[in-house]
């Protein structure tokens, strides 16, 4: 879910700059292949016989835990959404269109795009047609009428591979259904215009996917399709790329096992640069946990000292603090300067009035809810735990006092120790 935090923090940057944003993303409920060069099988095909499940079902499942997450993690909601079911008279209109240019073409098994037609075909990956011609495998699926190896899909006819697909519809070119990559240009257009803004996306999208779109849009429109390509790197799981094969995909679930916050995995991709490749490891989302939690205990004791807090200034609003984390948002989105920013302001001799005022204002880009937190009461069973601890300390029955510590952490609650055998429990 990185990809999608990276692109909530752009939304929020924009935001706080002041620009009215119109976000608009697609659900690919049809036509997304296994291998994105056209090979393999519909992944929600596959996905419903290994289920036992409708397709319809299986992509109203995976939309709705989509959304679960990204509510978990504070992502906002798009302005718009839209599945590729429901736009096949717009994909249909592009595909004409671009036979009409001749830039289409037809086959027994399918209708594509002629890449050779399009001069402009690898100018965003810096590909050359030549070159992804030398990297077609041979061991691959490839339809014999295809006047390119590399030229990809617009429309695949439910014949030969495709016979029993489920999900299919009535085009010029027989019963079928739609490539991936038609999907996204038709919603694109339909809803932001032939030319937008900024498109988002994961690297690996570049050299296939993203050129794919490029063209057919283009192809079609004759305009300009996109004005700024925002691409993030990877995330890697203990140093290895995500996969099924390695049981390293984390859900929600897993999160709640580990007895981490979501906001702490937030929290955790603030701290690296959206072009750079991260990490995730159980233990570097324990120590976000731990940083986003003494972030959590700063905010609830200046909440608690407002009303003592001399009043904000004006000028206060563009101090040094201020301008320097615009300064961070708007440089490529240093995130992770600007969180530097926001904790060195909250060390610093700001009243806290202050401090709370420029924290708030600054996590309407991090997003933490920060606005939220509030000091929660300590459940009975945690607070008897923690004196019968106590009363252990006091007879130096250390063995016993480690094991009631565990019990308190098991919990979800830290128990720290003070003078004259005093303790402060905090919520982990």
């Not at 290994?50 to 397709?55: E, Q």
């Not at 924290?359 to 933490?368: A, E, M, N, Q, S």
């Amino acid at each position: 879910m990185r990809a999608f935090v990276v692109n909530d923090l752009l939304k929020r940057v924009l935001d706080y700059n002041g620009f009215k944003v119109k976000r608009v993303m697609n659900i690919t409920d049809v036509g997304h292949l296994t291998g994105d060069d056209d090979t393999g099988s519909d992944k929600l095909e596959k996905g419903a016989k290994k289920s036992n499940k409708t397709v319809w079902e299986v992509a109203k499942f995976f939309t709705d835990y989509f959304f679960e997450t990204t509510d978990a993690l504070n992502i906002l909601r798009p302005d718009i959404t839209c599945k590729a079911t429901d736009h096949i008279p717009e994909m249909i209109e592009i595909i004409k269109k671009l036979f009409v240019k001749g830039l289409a073409y037809e086959t027994k098994e399918a209708v594509y795009f002629n890449i050779e037609k399009f001069p402009n075909y690898g100018n965003l990956s810096g590909q050359k047609i030549s070159e992804k011609l030398k990297g077609v495998r041979e061991d691959i699926f490839v339809d014999p009428e295809k006047i390119n190896p590399v030229d990809f899909s617009l429309w695949f006819k439910t014949v030969g591979r495709f016979s029993d697909h489920t999900m299919h519809w009535s085009s010029p070119w027989g019963e079928g259904f739609p490539g991936w990559h038609i999907e996204c240009s038709a919603m694109g257009i339909k809803y932001l215009g032939e030319t937008i803004d900024i498109h988002t996306g994961g690297i690996d999208h570049i050299p296939v996917h993203h050129e794919n779109e490029i063209a057919q849009s283009e192809g079609a429109t004759g305009r300009h399709f996109v004005n700024i390509w925002f691409h993030n790197n990877f995330l890697m799981v203990d140093n290895q790329k995500m996969s099924k094969s390695l049981g390293n995909i984390y859900k929600l679930e897993d999160l709640r096992v580990h007895k981490i916050d979501p906001m702490a995995v937030r929290y955790l991709f603030l701290q690296s640069h959206y072009r750079q490749l991260t990490n995730f490891t159980w233990e570097s989302a324990k120590s976000a946990q731990e940083g986003y939690s003494k972030l959590k205990e700063i905010v609830i004791n200046l909440k608690k000292n407002l009303n003592k807090s001399k009043s904000i200034k004006n000028d206060y609003i563009d101090n040094k603090f201020s301008l320097k984390f615009k300064e961070a948002i708007n440089s490529d989105l240093q995130i992770t300067e600007a969180l530097a920013t926001a904790w060195e302001m909250l060390k610093s001799d700001l009243e806290d009035g202050e401090k709370l005022y420029f924290i708030l204002d600054f996590d309407k880009v991090f997003g933490l809810r920060l606005i939220e937190v509030r000091e929660e009461e300590t459940p009975m069973t945690v607070i008897k735990l923690a004196e019968d601890r106590k009363k252990s300390r006091f007879d130096n029955d250390f063995k016993k006092s480690d094991e009631l510590r565990v019990k308190i952490q098991e919990l979800g609650f830290k128990i720290e120790d003070k003078e004259n055998n005093e303790y402060s429990i905090k919520k982990i």
